[in-house]
């Protein structure tokens, strides 16, 4: 079966650091995917890991270990524009062109 | 160009109504996808269209009947759906339906059943 889990919400103040975690069980691996959705807007993506490590874009990075299962979006410098929710995604194996999603983390940027 | 357009944006329909969601992407991808989100809740993959034929039906019911006219178009056709179906309709495209491929989601068309 298909597993993926991420904290359901964080709140974090302005101009700091915030790190979602998500970690998964899927039957095989073919990638992992951060989208942001702002509320009632459609997914947007941000970053994909295919390989162990850290991938850097602007303000916000991504890092993958796959023997541990494990991901996390570091988002640095929050602005309030970034609250949203973020959805950890995995493509797997055996599931030939689905993408299995998370539930979401809710992330609150406060003044 | 690297828009997925859905129309329309919202729609009302009661449970006896016969109405389409339409999407339509230029940026030349051959897997096009419906996913439908609860609020608060993930998307979850309902169909997927590879170079034009229905490839993924995650056990839909049939009052959903998805549409590929070509590889630019997806419809999504509703009759005599349930106040429970209400939910935001998202479609998405990708270059290819492979085991890899960032997802460019539409606007979404939020659908209310009465």
């Known amino acids: 079966g298909q597993n993926i889990d991420q904290p359901t919400e964080m709140t974090a103040t302005e101009g700091a650091i915030v790190q979602i975690n998500c970690t998964y069980q899927t039957s095989g691996f073919n990638g992992l995917f951060w989208y942001q959705q702002h509320a009632g807007e459609a997914p947007t993506f941000l970053s994909y890991n295919v390989l162990d490590g850290l991938e850097e874009k602007g303000r916000f990075s991504s890092f993958l270990s796959r023997s541990k299962g494990y991901s996390y979006l570091l988002l640095k410098e929050l602005q309030m524009k970034d609250s949203a929710s973020y959805l950890c995604?995995?493509?797997?194996?055996?599931?030939?062109?689905?993408?299995?999603f998370g539930a979401g983390t809710q992330v609150v940027v406060t003044p | 160009d690297t828009e997925v357009t859905q129309t329309p944006k919202h729609l009302v329909m009661g449970m006896t109504n016969k109405k389409s969601l339409k999407c339509e992407q230029h940026m030349g991808h051959r897997a096009m996808y419906w996913y439908k989100q609860k609020a608060k809740k993930p998307p979850e993959l309902m169909f997927v269209y590879s170079y034009e034929k229905l490839s993924i039906n995650e056990s839909v019911p049939s009052r959903f009947s998805p549409e590929c006219p070509n590889s630019s178009l997806l419809n999504l056709h509703l009759h005599a759906l349930q106040p429970e179906d209400s939910a935001l309709y998202l479609c998405?495209?990708?270059?290819?339906?492979?085991?890899?491929?960032?997802?460019?989601f539409g606007e979404g068309s939020r659908l209310t059943v009465l």
């Open positions: 995604a995995v493509s797997p194996t055996d599931s030939w062109g689905k993408l299995q």
């Open positions: 998405a495209s990708s270059q290819s339906a492979g085991a890899t491929g960032e997802l460019f």
